[in-house]
């Protein structure tokens, strides 16, 4: 969280809108909240740490967005090693490794990549 609300803060200030599954309020239906959120985006930020199998919602809304065709971004937090069928999943995105970049090289290639895709 740490490093991901920043990026977010980037980015909207820019004038992109990023929607998380954070801001979803407890008396929301939760499932069809997502399912409304990923069929109305236009690209997919997927961050990518250890953790990301800790969750079933990430592997879910991953599949879901890619048999959509949803652009995808990654941007690898930390060191990852992805298990051989989710590397299958996002081979073909376009990444990057933050934990390598200085946030003044980070910041204006994220800016980049995401632009041409909205």
């Not at 490093?3 to 980037?10: A, N, S």
């Not at 937090?77 to 992805?82: F, H």
């Amino acid at each position: 969280k740490l490093q991901v609300y920043p990026i977010i803060d980037y980015l909207n200030k820019m004038g992109i809108h990023i929607w998380y599954d954070e801001g979803i309020p407890i008396s929301e239906n939760w499932k069809k909240s997502i399912v409304e959120n990923l069929e109305r985006c236009k690209a997919f930020l997927l961050f990518i740490t250890p953790h990301i199998l800790d969750s079933d919602y990430v592997m879910k809304e991953i599949s879901f967005a890619s048999k959509r065709q949803k652009t995808f971004f990654g941007v690898y937090l930390k060191e990852t090693e992805l298990p051989r069928e989710l590397e299958f999943d996002i081979a073909d995105i376009q990444s990057m490794k933050k934990y390598l970049m200085s946030d003044s090289d980070f910041y204006p290639k994220l800016r980049e990549v995401i632009l041409p895709a909205l």
